[in-house]
RNA sequence: GACCUCGUAGCUCAGCUGGAUAGAGCAACUGCCUUCUAAGCAGUAGGUCACAGGUUCGAAUCCUGUCGGGGUCACCA
């Protein structure tokens, strides 16, 4: 602005001020310090912008319907800490599309076939004597958790002794393919000097013994029996599966997430090779001798990939390629977003570009929702180490840790058994989705389980509370919701707050348009700050002017409003009393 | 090795489309419940915004480089 009118800061936000202060009526005055100009408003205006955003319960509606795809399990293991971060972060995301006024569809895409659920499978009909959800104390999805954690145990005692001998170069295969393999890898191995290369050799020795063991063998062979559609495996595959969404659907419950598409890469694993078909006629593929198909991306700053193998069979790229397709026609919409941590940011610039080149009209709407790792104290989460922080562990503590901390503080006389259940559940919930939603999803963060979760300070319960105190005080008060004169000179406080309350839609608008939690988190816990001042420096219930007394219980009514709406966009629900 | 990403108080994080004295919370210390819920409020203390250059009237913010953490570069998913 200073270079547009060519004179100094001071003189144009002299020149500014005059002008705007004569053509406004609702400000009363201006001053200047440091180049910076400073506008005042007029009384009357607070209690007349307060009207207003009271008047507004909704954003304008939007044409363009929306896809988060985000949780994305594997059945062969229970939820972790990580999922929980995709899985609270994609449900406020579809929130917040829905409440900036998107259609939005929230969709789930499981991983219910493949090797790893084989590898379960197996180890549930060798060693699991029947063992059921029914009988057991486990939920479904641990039983089977369990069970392919038998199977990586008996794996690993079943090849010890070669693997030993491999890595000494002793290893014999009866395959003289593998064998050839083998000792080709072993005398890299021994010939190698970095220490990363020492390790992926000592890895693909690893996985060539492995692979050669009579338990990989037989679930090879039940994962072919499995695509030849098998009626044994089949049935087996159906059951396991059923005991592990059972599982799933509870802790889904417990989180208060949902969805509205199920898909299952057990219909989607064959879909996208019409598209390499149709993309190596139109020249964005094209085929190497050994007919494995590709596109070049170096004109892009990427590189060469693959799209399908030599054999005409998928790779992970190619049934993504076809699943964008299908949720295109099965549900029209223009912008897909995916919930998928950042490890696959290269997998999403790809499979985007590739669609984009395809000619695909919903391409430029693809999204990746990227998020970082959740890191424990002791480092990375390693299922291997047994670091791994389970999450219906996790939450039977934070529930656990909300009853105590209600008990200790006592104030919740004359509420019933089941109201006191709820309670504490929302609390706890609240209290996570808060510490998880908060932080920039883009970072990785840290989840300390003994120190992490507080209920006091910048938490969930922070909010709840500020919400609570205020319908305590509206219930005294009995206010109907009416306003009558909004003529009264406020507090400081109040004016900051109601400011805040005004800033609530572009807050939602840029969450929407960054596709980000953390901005709602940050707003919600402000609003609850600045109305905690409020509370703190003014009296309401005292209050003997009328309209005095009026505007303020509009103002504390209005401000529960607009927390239990942000709150919402996070999955976090408000409690009356606490 | 190439590419991507992060580095702000003792700890966990905001701020990052350039603007006033860099903000919260936790932990520590002081106050405030005969007044609407103290899961709260007010205050003290704590910073070379990794480092070095550059662009600019002005840089935590933009650019380049260095260092450090993490990730990706599979005919795995």
Sequence with gaps: ?????????????????????????????????????????????????????????????????????????NTNKPLHLGHIRNILMGYSIAEIM??????VVKANLINDRGIHIC??????????????????????DHLVGKYYVVFENKLQEQTSEELAAALAGEWVCSDAKIQKRYLDTYEKLIGSKDEKQ??????????????????????????????????????????????VYEGFNRTYDRLGVNFDAMY????????????????????????????SVWIDLSSDGLDEKLVQRGDGTSVYITQDMGTADLKYKEHGIQRSVYVVGNEQDYHFKVL??????????????????????????????KSREGTVVDADDLLQEMYDTAKAKTEELGKTDGMSESELHELYHRLSIAALKFFILKVDPRKRMLFNPQESIDFQGDTGPFVMYTYARIKSILRTANFDGET???????????????????????????????????????????????????YNEVSILKEENASLRNMRLFLASQTAQTLQRGLKLIGVETVERM
Aim: net charge neutral; with cysteine; glycine share 8%.
């Design 98 to 103: 829905k409440a900036a006024g998107y259609p």
């Design 119 to 140: 590898k379960s499978m197996l180890a549930w009909q060798r060693f699991g004597n029947g063992e059921n959800p029914q009988d057991s104390v486990l939920k479904g």
């Design 1 to 73: 602005m200073v270079r547009r009118s060519g004179k100094s800061p001071e003189l144009t936000a002299q020149e500014l001020g005059e002008t705007l202060v004569n053509a406004t009526p609702q400000l009363s005055g201006y001053n200047v310090i440091k180049g910076f100009l400073n506008l005042s408003v007029s009384a009357s205006y607070w209690g007349e912008t307060l009207h207003a955003l009271a008047a507004q319960k909704s954003f304008p509606q939007k044409e363009e319907k929306v896809m988060v795809e985000y949780s994305s399990p």
């Design 352 to 381: 985007f570009l590739i669609m984009e080149k395809l000619g695909r009209s919903y391409a430029k709407g693809m999204y990746h929702a990227s998020y970082g790792m959740v890191d424990l104290p002791s480092g990375k989460m």
């Design 264 to 291: 299952y890469e057990s219909n989607t694993y064959l879909l996208g090779k019409d598209i390499v078909q149709e993309g190596l006629n139109s020249g964005v593929f094209f085929k190497k001798e050994d007919g």
């Design 198 to 243: 020492v390790s992926k050799f000592k890895g693909d020795i690893k996985d060539l013994v492995r692979n050669q063991s009579e338990l990989m063998k037989s679930c090879q062979e039940m994962l072919r029996q499995w695509e030849a559609k098998d009626d044994a495996v089949i049935q087996l595959w159906s059951k396991m599966n059923a005991w």
């Design 484 to 534: 009558m004169n909004t003529d009264v000179v406020l507090h400081q406080t109040e004016m900051s707050c109601i400011k805040m309350l005004s800033e609530f839609e572009s807050v939602v608008k840029t969450a929407a348009e960054e596709y980000n939690p953390a901005a709602i988190c940050q707003y919600v816990l402000d609003l609850a700050k600045s109305y905690n001042k409020v």
